[in-house]
């Protein structure tokens, strides 16, 4: 049999000695301004969910919400077919 333990915290007492961070939700900007439908000649817009390296950026990143993420996506890859926007950087090439 064992021996009891002396040395035993409670579960609140182990969590209130790490620090907790809580960050503010993002929010989808499409839903904020009302819009329907992402617009792939909208290139200013676009650009910014787009990476340096041509990447698009990921939904827990951009704070979109999956309905405009997954418009988002179609939108670049048909402004990438078009020639509004680079398959990849400059640099990278």
Request: glycine letters at 4%; a positive charge; aromatic letters at 8%.
């Amino acid at each position: 049999m064992r021996a009891p333990r002396t040395n035993r915290t409670t579960r609140k007492q182990r969590k209130s000695s790490f620090s907790v961070d809580y960050r503010r939700r993002k929010i989808c900007r499409f839903c904020e301004n009302k819009i329907d439908m992402v617009d792939y000649k909208d290139e200013r817009m676009i650009r910014r969910f787009v990476s340096d390296r041509g990447k698009i950026i990921p939904r827990r990143i951009s704070g979109n919400c999956a309905r405009h993420q997954r418009q988002l996506t179609v939108a670049i890859k048909r402004g990438r077919h078009l020639g509004l926007l680079p398959y990849t950087s400059e640099s990278y090439r």
